[in-house]
């Protein structure tokens, strides 16, 4: 009775992708599913020409094959757009807490007129929210924009369509 190879255990795919033992390792997979296959020689005693002496298989993913040697600099520029993300985030707090800073008056006389620190609590952040929807709003618009402008217009620079 022929083995079928177990994905999961550690042992069988050693012994699969053991290139050393190549002979090994395809019989190995030949005699798995049907075990009709166990009697064949593998490609490279077949077709001894057609296999370089130090033949290897390299696999590479395809975001590899994409991004290749640009990887150190698309890090780079990843890392730049994310220090200047942190810096707008710190000056929106700050204006967030300079228009704070500016309303302190007025909460304390909503607060004085009977507002409960939950309503004022409440009021805060519905208008935070607000801002947060318009500027992403505003984001989205102009993204859109920078997209769909380019290819409007005629520059005579190359563009999928």
């Known amino acids: 009775m022929a083995k079928t190879m177990n994905r999961s255990d550690p042992q069988d795919s050693r012994d699969y992708w053991n290139f050393s033992g190549e002979a ?3 019989r190995h997979h030949s005699t798995g599913a049907g075990g009709h296959r166990g ?3 593998p490609p490279r005693q077949v077709y001894p020409k057609n296999y370089p002496k130090n033949f290897s298989v390299q696999i590479i ?3 590899d094959s994409l991004v290749g040697q640009f990887r150190k ?3 780079t520029i990843a890392a730049a757009v994310a220090l200047l993300l942190l810096i707008a985030c710190s000056n929106v707090a700050n204006m967030l807490l300079a228009r704070a800073t500016t309303r302190e008056k007025e909460m304390a006389i909503r607060s004085s007129l009977g ?4 309503r004022l609590l409440g009021q805060l952040l ?3 929210f607000l801002l947060a929807l318009a500027g992403a709003i505003v984001g989205c618009l102009f993204s859109y924009a920078g997209i769909k402008g380019p290819r ?3 520059s005579g620079w190359p563009h999928p369509s």
């Open 73 to 75: 600099s698309l890090y």
């Open 126 to 128: 519905i208008e935070s």
């Open 115 to 118: 507002a409960s620190r939950l």
């Open 24 to 26: 090994e390792a395809w």
């Open 61 to 63: 993913s395809w975001v």
């Open 152 to 154: 409007g217009a005629d």
């Open 39 to 41: 009697d064949r020689a």
